[in-house]
Protein backbone atom coordinates (compact mmCIF):
# COMPACT_ATOMS: atom_id res chain seq x y z
CA UNK A 1 0.00 0.00 0.00
CA UNK A 2 2.73 2.20 1.03
CA UNK A 3 5.00 1.53 -2.32
CA UNK A 4 1.47 2.32 -4.30
CA UNK A 5 1.20 5.50 -2.55
CA UNK A 6 4.68 6.63 -3.09
CA UNK A 7 4.46 6.06 -6.61
CA UNK A 8 1.20 8.33 -6.62
CA UNK A 9 2.81 10.95 -5.13
CA UNK A 10 5.58 10.74 -7.23
CA UNK A 11 3.20 12.40 -9.66
CA UNK A 12 2.86 15.04 -8.24
CA UNK A 13 4.91 17.51 -9.46
CA UNK A 14 5.73 19.01 -5.59
CA UNK A 15 7.14 15.62 -4.55
CA UNK A 16 8.61 13.98 -7.97
CA UNK A 17 12.22 14.90 -7.43
CA UNK A 18 12.02 13.12 -3.72
CA UNK A 19 13.99 10.11 -3.19
CA UNK A 20 11.90 6.67 -2.20
CA UNK A 21 13.24 6.98 1.16
CA UNK A 22 12.12 10.76 1.45
CA UNK A 23 8.44 9.28 -0.21
CA UNK A 24 8.34 6.86 2.18
CA UNK A 25 8.98 8.74 5.32
CA UNK A 26 6.21 11.00 3.82
CA UNK A 27 3.80 8.18 3.16
CA UNK A 28 4.06 7.11 6.84
CA UNK A 29 3.11 10.65 8.19
CA UNK A 30 -0.04 11.03 5.81
CA UNK A 31 -2.79 9.03 4.13
CA UNK A 32 -5.89 9.91 1.34
CA UNK A 33 -8.41 11.15 2.36
CA UNK A 34 -11.57 10.74 0.00
CA UNK A 35 -13.87 14.23 0.73
CA UNK A 36 -17.08 14.98 -0.71
CA UNK A 37 -18.30 18.31 -2.20
CA UNK A 38 -17.76 21.30 0.40
CA UNK A 39 -15.32 23.01 2.52
CA UNK A 40 -11.97 21.26 3.42
CA UNK A 41 -10.38 24.55 4.64
CA UNK A 42 -12.05 27.07 6.02
CA UNK A 43 -10.68 30.78 6.67
CA UNK A 44 -9.60 31.87 9.97
CA UNK A 45 -10.04 28.22 11.37
CA UNK A 46 -6.34 26.61 12.57
CA UNK A 47 -4.23 25.34 10.21
CA UNK A 48 -3.54 21.73 11.01
CA UNK A 49 -3.41 19.88 8.39
CA UNK A 50 -1.16 20.18 4.51
CA UNK A 51 -3.14 19.14 2.13
CA UNK A 52 -2.59 18.05 -1.43
CA UNK A 53 -4.95 17.42 -4.44
CA UNK A 54 -4.95 13.95 -6.17
CA UNK A 55 -7.87 13.87 -7.93
CA UNK A 56 -11.34 14.12 -8.34
CA UNK A 57 -13.08 18.05 -8.80
CA UNK A 58 -11.89 21.47 -8.75
CA UNK A 59 -10.54 23.20 -5.67
CA UNK A 60 -11.71 26.30 -5.35
CA UNK A 61 -10.31 29.13 -2.92
CA UNK A 62 -12.97 31.99 -1.93
CA UNK A 63 -12.29 34.90 0.94
CA UNK A 64 -14.70 36.58 3.47
CA UNK A 65 -15.24 40.21 1.73
CA UNK A 66 -17.84 42.48 2.20
CA UNK A 67 -20.29 40.34 3.57
CA UNK A 68 -19.88 37.73 0.63
CA UNK A 69 -17.53 35.01 -0.13
CA UNK A 70 -15.30 36.12 -2.90
CA UNK A 71 -14.18 33.63 -5.46
CA UNK A 72 -10.50 33.84 -5.60
CA UNK A 73 -8.89 30.98 -7.50
CA UNK A 74 -10.43 27.57 -9.19
CA UNK A 75 -7.99 24.89 -10.62
CA UNK A 76 -8.31 21.12 -11.01
CA UNK A 77 -4.99 20.83 -11.30
CA UNK A 78 -2.79 17.80 -10.01
CA UNK A 79 -0.62 18.57 -6.99
CA UNK A 80 -2.37 21.86 -5.75
CA UNK A 81 -1.61 22.62 -2.46
CA UNK A 82 -3.11 23.95 0.21
CA UNK A 83 -3.86 24.64 4.38
CA UNK A 84 -0.09 24.75 6.61
CA UNK A 85 1.91 25.21 3.80
CA UNK A 86 4.97 26.59 5.55
CA UNK A 87 6.24 27.41 8.89
CA UNK A 88 4.37 30.58 9.47
CA UNK A 89 1.02 29.21 8.21
CA UNK A 90 -1.10 29.29 11.79
CA UNK A 91 -4.57 29.57 10.32
CA UNK A 92 -6.26 29.27 7.20
CA UNK A 93 -6.55 32.87 5.38
CA UNK A 94 -8.75 31.97 2.59
CA UNK A 95 -11.51 29.08 2.76
CA UNK A 96 -11.00 25.84 0.50
CA UNK A 97 -13.84 23.55 -0.82
CA UNK A 98 -14.33 21.08 -3.60
CA UNK A 99 -16.70 20.97 -5.96
CA UNK A 100 -16.68 17.09 -6.68
CA UNK A 101 -15.94 13.97 -4.37
CA UNK A 102 -12.45 14.17 -4.26
CA UNK A 103 -9.16 11.96 -3.11
CA UNK A 104 -6.44 14.70 -0.57
CA UNK A 105 -3.34 13.36 0.58
CA UNK A 106 -3.61 15.23 3.82
CA UNK A 107 -0.16 15.43 6.38
CA UNK A 108 -0.24 17.24 10.18
CA UNK A 109 1.33 20.46 9.89
CA UNK A 110 3.96 19.36 12.89
CA UNK A 111 4.43 16.29 11.01
CA UNK A 112 4.84 17.84 7.36
CA UNK A 113 6.96 20.48 9.46
CA UNK A 114 9.38 17.49 10.93
CA UNK A 115 9.53 16.07 8.09
CA UNK A 116 10.68 18.78 6.02
CA UNK A 117 13.25 20.04 8.72
CA UNK A 118 14.54 16.25 8.94
CA UNK A 119 13.78 15.36 5.14
CA UNK A 120 13.46 18.09 2.99
CA UNK A 121 14.74 21.28 4.54
CA UNK A 122 15.15 23.04 1.32
CA UNK A 123 10.98 22.95 0.93
CA UNK A 124 10.38 25.11 3.71
CA UNK A 125 13.14 27.83 2.56
CA UNK A 126 11.60 27.50 -0.91
CA UNK A 127 8.09 27.92 0.36
CA UNK A 128 8.57 30.74 2.27
CA UNK A 129 10.72 33.21 -0.20
CA UNK A 130 9.06 31.95 -2.90
CA UNK A 131 5.59 33.54 -1.11
CA UNK A 132 7.94 36.86 -0.53
CA UNK A 133 9.28 36.59 -3.88
CA UNK A 134 6.04 36.79 -5.43
CA UNK A 135 4.62 39.45 -3.69
CA UNK A 136 7.64 41.29 -4.72
CA UNK A 137 7.50 40.38 -7.70
CA UNK A 138 3.46 41.57 -7.95
CA UNK A 139 4.48 44.70 -6.75
CA UNK A 140 7.24 45.29 -9.62
CA UNK A 141 5.51 44.07 -12.59
CA UNK A 142 1.96 45.54 -11.49
CA UNK A 143 3.70 49.02 -11.00
CA UNK A 144 5.31 48.57 -14.90
CA UNK A 145 1.77 47.56 -15.42
CA UNK A 146 0.64 50.55 -14.68
CA UNK A 147 3.78 52.44 -16.25
CA UNK A 148 2.82 50.19 -19.60
CA UNK A 149 -0.32 51.55 -19.51
CA UNK A 150 0.26 54.87 -18.47
CA UNK A 151 2.27 55.03 -21.50
CA UNK A 152 -0.23 53.52 -23.94
CA UNK A 153 -2.55 56.13 -22.94
CA UNK A 154 -0.21 58.61 -23.29
CA UNK A 155 0.61 57.69 -27.03
CA UNK A 156 -3.05 57.32 -27.97
CA UNK A 157 -4.13 61.04 -26.23
CA UNK A 158 -1.19 62.76 -28.42
CA UNK A 159 -2.46 60.68 -31.46
CA UNK A 160 -5.78 61.98 -30.92
CA UNK A 161 -4.77 65.73 -29.92
CA UNK A 162 -2.27 65.50 -33.07
CA UNK A 163 -5.35 65.13 -35.37
CA UNK A 164 -7.32 68.46 -34.54
CA UNK A 165 -4.22 70.01 -33.83
CA UNK A 166 -2.87 69.74 -37.72
CA UNK A 167 -6.44 70.07 -38.93
CA UNK A 168 -6.02 73.87 -36.76
CA UNK A 169 -3.13 74.09 -38.88
CA UNK A 170 -3.94 73.46 -42.35
CA UNK A 171 -7.61 75.42 -41.76
CA UNK A 172 -5.14 78.41 -41.01
CA UNK A 173 -3.70 78.31 -43.86
CA UNK A 174 -6.06 78.05 -46.11
CA UNK A 175 -8.10 80.83 -43.91
CA UNK A 176 -5.12 82.80 -44.96
CA UNK A 177 -5.20 82.88 -48.01
CA UNK A 178 -8.96 82.45 -48.55
CA UNK A 179 -9.23 86.06 -46.81
CA UNK A 180 -6.59 87.33 -49.38
CA UNK A 181 -8.36 86.46 -51.95
CA UNK A 182 -11.34 87.60 -50.85
CA UNK A 183 -10.21 91.56 -50.60
CA UNK A 184 -8.88 91.40 -54.06
CA UNK A 185 -12.92 90.41 -55.17
CA UNK A 186 -14.52 92.22 -52.68
CA UNK A 187 -11.99 95.54 -53.98
CA UNK A 188 -12.97 94.77 -57.60
CA UNK A 189 -16.78 94.71 -57.12
CA UNK A 190 -16.19 97.59 -54.94
CA UNK A 191 -14.52 99.13 -57.90
CA UNK A 192 -17.01 97.78 -61.08
CA UNK A 193 -20.35 97.32 -59.48
CA UNK A 194 -20.75 99.14 -56.38
CA UNK A 195 -24.82 99.08 -56.55
CA UNK A 196 -24.77 95.32 -56.38
CA UNK A 197 -22.73 95.20 -52.91
CA UNK A 198 -25.90 95.20 -50.87
CA UNK A 199 -27.57 92.99 -52.38
CA UNK A 200 -24.61 90.31 -52.58
CA UNK A 201 -23.88 90.97 -48.22
CA UNK A 202 -27.37 90.03 -48.13
CA UNK A 203 -27.22 86.80 -50.07
CA UNK A 204 -24.17 86.09 -47.68
CA UNK A 205 -25.79 86.75 -45.00
CA UNK A 206 -28.10 84.21 -46.00
CA UNK A 207 -25.82 81.31 -46.64
CA UNK A 208 -24.37 82.33 -42.95
CA UNK A 209 -26.73 79.90 -41.44
CA UNK A 210 -26.47 77.29 -44.35
CA UNK A 211 -22.90 76.82 -43.65
CA UNK A 212 -23.48 76.72 -39.88
CA UNK A 213 -25.00 73.13 -40.30
CA UNK A 214 -23.20 70.47 -42.13
CA UNK A 215 -25.16 68.87 -45.50
CA UNK A 216 -27.30 65.79 -44.80
CA UNK A 217 -26.76 64.67 -48.44
CA UNK A 218 -25.32 61.68 -49.48
CA UNK A 219 -22.29 60.52 -51.54
CA UNK A 220 -24.81 59.91 -54.99
CA UNK A 221 -26.86 63.59 -54.01
CA UNK A 222 -23.24 65.15 -53.51
CA UNK A 223 -22.53 63.88 -56.52
CA UNK A 224 -25.41 64.86 -59.10
CA UNK A 225 -25.38 68.78 -56.98
CA UNK A 226 -21.83 69.53 -58.29
CA UNK A 227 -22.82 68.26 -61.71
CA UNK A 228 -25.63 71.07 -61.36
CA UNK A 229 -23.86 73.26 -60.31
CA UNK A 230 -20.64 72.73 -62.34
CA UNK A 231 -23.23 72.88 -65.63
CA UNK A 232 -24.69 76.34 -64.38
CA UNK A 233 -21.28 77.91 -63.74
CA UNK A 234 -20.21 76.20 -67.12
CA UNK A 235 -23.02 77.75 -69.26
CA UNK A 236 -22.51 81.73 -67.87
CA UNK A 237 -18.75 81.02 -68.75
CA UNK A 238 -17.54 80.80 -65.69
CA UNK A 239 -13.75 79.12 -66.25
CA UNK A 240 -12.63 76.28 -63.88
CA UNK A 241 -16.02 75.81 -62.88
CA UNK A 242 -15.16 72.72 -61.04
CA UNK A 243 -13.44 74.57 -58.40
CA UNK A 244 -16.50 75.79 -56.68
CA UNK A 245 -18.99 73.41 -56.95
CA UNK A 246 -17.50 71.37 -53.98
CA UNK A 247 -17.49 74.22 -51.79
CA UNK A 248 -20.77 75.61 -52.71
CA UNK A 249 -22.31 71.50 -52.23
CA UNK A 250 -20.88 71.60 -48.71
CA UNK A 251 -22.37 74.87 -47.72
CA UNK A 252 -25.60 74.06 -48.87
CA UNK A 253 -25.17 76.78 -52.19
CA UNK A 254 -27.69 75.58 -54.69
CA UNK A 255 -28.69 76.86 -58.33
CA UNK A 256 -31.10 79.06 -56.48
CA UNK A 257 -28.95 80.92 -54.34
CA UNK A 258 -26.70 80.92 -57.62
CA UNK A 259 -29.46 82.74 -59.60
CA UNK A 260 -29.71 85.24 -57.07
CA UNK A 261 -26.01 86.58 -57.37
CA UNK A 262 -26.78 86.01 -61.20
CA UNK A 263 -29.72 89.02 -60.67
CA UNK A 264 -27.69 91.48 -58.29
CA UNK A 265 -24.75 91.70 -60.78
CA UNK A 266 -23.93 92.51 -64.30
CA UNK A 267 -22.67 89.03 -66.91
CA UNK A 268 -19.54 91.17 -66.98
CA UNK A 269 -19.07 90.75 -63.03
CA UNK A 270 -20.56 87.38 -62.46
CA UNK A 271 -17.86 85.48 -61.99
CA UNK A 272 -16.23 88.35 -59.89
CA UNK A 273 -19.15 87.90 -57.90
CA UNK A 274 -19.54 83.87 -57.61
CA UNK A 275 -15.62 83.87 -56.57
CA UNK A 276 -16.28 86.80 -53.70
CA UNK A 277 -18.98 84.55 -52.45
CA UNK A 278 -16.99 81.30 -52.71
CA UNK A 279 -14.13 82.89 -50.69
CA UNK A 280 -16.71 83.61 -47.70
CA UNK A 281 -17.89 80.40 -47.92
CA UNK A 282 -14.46 79.16 -47.35
CA UNK A 283 -13.31 81.25 -44.87
CA UNK A 284 -16.57 80.51 -42.68
CA UNK A 285 -15.81 76.32 -43.43
CA UNK A 286 -11.96 76.61 -42.41
CA UNK A 287 -13.64 78.25 -38.97
CA UNK A 288 -16.33 75.89 -38.63
CA UNK A 289 -13.12 73.29 -38.68
CA UNK A 290 -10.95 75.08 -36.32
CA UNK A 291 -14.04 75.67 -33.60
CA UNK A 292 -14.50 71.57 -34.19
CA UNK A 293 -11.01 71.28 -33.85
CA UNK A 294 -10.60 73.39 -30.45
CA UNK A 295 -13.79 71.79 -29.05
CA UNK A 296 -12.14 68.14 -30.00
CA UNK A 297 -9.31 69.25 -27.79
CA UNK A 298 -10.69 70.69 -25.22
CA UNK A 299 -12.94 67.27 -25.06
CA UNK A 300 -9.53 65.33 -24.94
CA UNK A 301 -7.79 67.94 -22.10
CA UNK A 302 -11.11 67.71 -19.93
CA UNK A 303 -11.56 64.00 -20.34
CA UNK A 304 -7.84 63.62 -19.24
CA UNK A 305 -8.81 64.89 -16.02
CA UNK A 306 -11.05 62.43 -14.58
CA UNK A 307 -9.10 59.78 -16.10
CA UNK A 308 -5.75 60.70 -14.34
CA UNK A 309 -7.83 62.08 -11.02
CA UNK A 310 -5.21 64.30 -10.72
CA UNK A 311 -6.50 67.11 -9.90
CA UNK A 312 -8.87 65.24 -7.14
CA UNK A 313 -8.48 63.23 -3.60
CA UNK A 314 -8.02 59.59 -4.33
CA UNK A 315 -11.09 58.67 -2.64
CA UNK A 316 -14.41 60.43 -3.41
CA UNK A 317 -17.87 60.19 -4.32
CA UNK A 318 -18.16 60.33 -8.22
CA UNK A 319 -20.65 59.02 -11.30
CA UNK A 320 -19.20 56.13 -12.44
CA UNK A 321 -20.30 56.74 -16.00
CA UNK A 322 -18.12 59.82 -15.83
CA UNK A 323 -15.11 57.16 -15.06
CA UNK A 324 -16.17 54.60 -18.50
CA UNK A 325 -16.19 57.90 -20.21
CA UNK A 326 -13.03 59.39 -19.89
CA UNK A 327 -11.43 55.87 -20.01
CA UNK A 328 -12.97 55.23 -23.40
CA UNK A 329 -12.17 58.61 -24.33
CA UNK A 330 -8.36 57.34 -24.17
CA UNK A 331 -8.99 54.57 -26.77
CA UNK A 332 -11.07 57.35 -29.05
CA UNK A 333 -8.46 56.14 -32.18
CA UNK A 334 -9.36 52.50 -31.73
CA UNK A 335 -13.33 52.86 -31.04
CA UNK A 336 -16.27 54.66 -32.44
CA UNK A 337 -19.88 54.71 -31.49
CA UNK A 338 -21.58 52.24 -33.82
CA UNK A 339 -23.03 54.66 -36.75
CA UNK A 340 -19.29 56.31 -37.22
CA UNK A 341 -18.69 52.96 -40.03
CA UNK A 342 -15.28 52.45 -37.75
CA UNK A 343 -13.64 48.44 -37.20
CA UNK A 344 -14.26 48.47 -33.50
CA UNK A 345 -17.99 49.90 -32.70
CA UNK A 346 -18.77 50.98 -29.19
CA UNK A 347 -22.10 50.13 -27.79
CA UNK A 348 -23.69 51.79 -24.86
CA UNK A 349 -26.76 50.26 -21.96
CA UNK A 350 -25.98 52.38 -19.28
CA UNK A 351 -28.16 52.97 -16.28
CA UNK A 352 -28.26 56.33 -15.61
CA UNK A 353 -30.45 55.87 -12.38
CA UNK A 354 -27.46 54.57 -10.45
CA UNK A 355 -26.02 56.64 -7.65
CA UNK A 356 -22.76 58.09 -7.52
CA UNK A 357 -20.42 55.37 -5.78
CA UNK A 358 -17.50 56.21 -3.19
CA UNK A 359 -14.67 54.63 -4.23
CA UNK A 360 -11.16 55.11 -5.41
CA UNK A 361 -11.54 56.60 -9.28
CA UNK A 362 -7.99 56.04 -10.47
CA UNK A 363 -7.42 52.50 -9.60
CA UNK A 364 -11.06 51.79 -11.15
CA UNK A 365 -9.69 53.99 -14.46
CA UNK A 366 -6.76 51.25 -14.49
CA UNK A 367 -9.47 48.54 -14.39
CA UNK A 368 -11.87 49.91 -17.15
CA UNK A 369 -8.38 50.32 -19.16
CA UNK A 370 -7.12 46.53 -18.70
CA UNK A 371 -10.53 45.25 -19.85
CA UNK A 372 -11.18 47.17 -22.84
CA UNK A 373 -7.60 46.97 -23.83
CA UNK A 374 -8.14 43.21 -23.45
CA UNK A 375 -11.50 43.25 -24.66
CA UNK A 376 -10.52 45.20 -28.05
CA UNK A 377 -7.19 42.85 -28.46
CA UNK A 378 -9.75 39.98 -28.47
CA UNK A 379 -11.33 41.48 -31.53
CA UNK A 380 -8.20 41.90 -33.23
CA UNK A 381 -9.61 45.32 -34.43
CA UNK A 382 -12.91 44.32 -35.58
CA UNK A 383 -16.17 43.66 -33.79
CA UNK A 384 -18.38 45.45 -31.04
CA UNK A 385 -17.23 46.45 -27.92
CA UNK A 386 -20.27 46.67 -24.94
CA UNK A 387 -20.21 48.83 -21.71
CA UNK A 388 -22.95 48.30 -19.84
CA UNK A 389 -23.98 49.54 -16.21
CA UNK A 390 -27.11 48.56 -13.77
CA UNK A 391 -27.78 48.09 -10.14
CA UNK A 392 -26.98 44.79 -8.31
CA UNK A 393 -28.77 44.19 -5.22
CA UNK A 394 -29.11 47.15 -2.96
CA UNK A 395 -26.02 48.08 -2.33
CA UNK A 396 -23.91 47.13 -5.99
CA UNK A 397 -23.34 48.48 -8.79
CA UNK A 398 -22.41 46.41 -12.29
CA UNK A 399 -20.82 47.20 -14.77
CA UNK A 400 -20.00 45.07 -17.57
CA UNK A 401 -17.53 44.96 -20.65
CA UNK A 402 -18.33 42.53 -23.20
CA UNK A 403 -16.64 41.98 -26.56
CA UNK A 404 -18.03 39.39 -29.27
CA UNK A 405 -14.39 38.17 -29.85
CA UNK A 406 -13.62 34.36 -30.14
CA UNK A 407 -13.50 33.98 -26.48
CA UNK A 408 -11.74 32.80 -23.47
CA UNK A 409 -11.23 28.42 -23.89
CA UNK A 410 -12.85 26.91 -20.94
CA UNK A 411 -9.95 25.00 -19.70
CA UNK A 412 -8.59 28.48 -18.69
CA UNK A 413 -11.10 30.55 -17.76
CA UNK A 414 -10.33 29.61 -13.87
CA UNK A 415 -6.80 30.75 -14.05
CA UNK A 416 -7.58 33.94 -16.03
CA UNK A 417 -6.88 36.39 -12.92
CA UNK A 418 -3.91 34.79 -12.03
CA UNK A 419 -0.92 36.62 -11.73
CA UNK A 420 1.60 36.12 -14.62
CA UNK A 421 -0.73 33.97 -16.54
CA UNK A 422 -1.69 35.35 -19.68
CA UNK A 423 -3.14 34.24 -23.02
CA UNK A 424 -0.81 36.48 -25.02
CA UNK A 425 2.19 35.62 -26.76
CA UNK A 426 5.62 36.23 -24.78
CA UNK A 427 6.44 39.61 -24.80
CA UNK A 428 2.82 41.25 -25.58
CA UNK A 429 1.67 40.95 -22.12
CA UNK A 430 2.82 40.78 -18.34
CA UNK A 431 -0.03 38.30 -17.64
CA UNK A 432 -0.26 40.76 -14.07
CA UNK A 433 -3.78 42.99 -16.06
CA UNK A 434 -6.32 41.58 -14.63
CA UNK A 435 -4.40 40.20 -11.50
CA UNK A 436 -4.30 44.14 -10.81
CA UNK A 437 -7.94 44.61 -11.94
CA UNK A 438 -8.68 41.39 -9.61
CA UNK A 439 -6.85 43.32 -6.52
CA UNK A 440 -8.34 46.99 -7.16
CA UNK A 441 -12.12 45.54 -6.88
CA UNK A 442 -11.31 43.13 -5.06
CA UNK A 443 -8.90 44.03 -1.97
CA UNK A 444 -9.24 48.02 -2.55
CA UNK A 445 -13.32 48.27 -3.13
CA UNK A 446 -14.21 44.92 -1.86
CA UNK A 447 -16.27 43.77 -4.47
CA UNK A 448 -15.91 41.28 -6.86
CA UNK A 449 -15.00 40.43 -10.84
CA UNK A 450 -16.09 37.41 -12.55
CA UNK A 451 -16.01 36.24 -16.38
CA UNK A 452 -18.15 34.73 -18.59
CA UNK A 453 -16.68 33.33 -21.96
CA UNK A 454 -17.96 32.01 -25.11
CA UNK A 455 -17.51 32.50 -28.55
CA UNK A 456 -18.76 35.79 -29.66
CA UNK A 457 -19.52 36.92 -26.25
CA UNK A 458 -16.73 37.34 -23.65
CA UNK A 459 -17.72 39.24 -20.42
CA UNK A 460 -16.11 40.78 -17.85
CA UNK A 461 -18.11 41.33 -14.43
CA UNK A 462 -17.36 44.03 -12.08
CA UNK A 463 -19.47 44.17 -9.59
CA UNK A 464 -18.85 47.16 -6.55
CA UNK A 465 -20.31 48.41 -3.16
CA UNK A 466 -22.22 51.79 -3.21
CA UNK A 467 -19.60 52.92 -0.48
CA UNK A 468 -15.75 51.31 -0.69
CA UNK A 469 -13.81 51.40 2.31
CA UNK A 470 -12.52 55.05 3.62
CA UNK A 471 -8.45 55.28 4.02
CA UNK A 472 -7.40 55.30 7.49
CA UNK A 473 -7.02 58.80 8.84
CA UNK A 474 -3.84 59.88 9.54
Not at 161 to 186: F, G, H, I, K, Q
Not at 254 to 259: A, G, K, T, V, Y
Request: glycine share 8%; charged share 20%; with cysteine.
Amino acid sequence: MTADLRDELRTVFIFQFLTDEQLDALCSNGSVHTVGPGPVAREGEPASFFYVFLDGGEVVATKRSGGRDVELHRTSELGTYFGAISSSTHVHDVTVRMTLQSRLFVVEAESFARFTQSWWPIAMHLLDTSVARSLSQRQLLGLQERQHALATMTAGLTHQLNNPAAATVRAVADLRDSMAESDRNLRALAMTAPEALGDLLDIRAGITSLVATPSPLSPLETADREEALDDWLARRGIADSWRYTSAFVDAGVDEEWLERIETAVTAATLECAVSWIKQFVDTEMRVREISEAGARIATLVNGVKPYSQMDRGPYQCIDIHEMLRSTVLMFGDKIAMADKGKPVTLVKDLDFSLPEIHCYPADLNQVWTNLISNALYAMDGHGTLTVRTLRDGDAMVRVEICDDGPGIPQHILGRIFDPFFTTKPVGSGSGLGLDLAWRVVVNRHHGHITVQSEPGDTRFIVCLPLEAPAPAPG
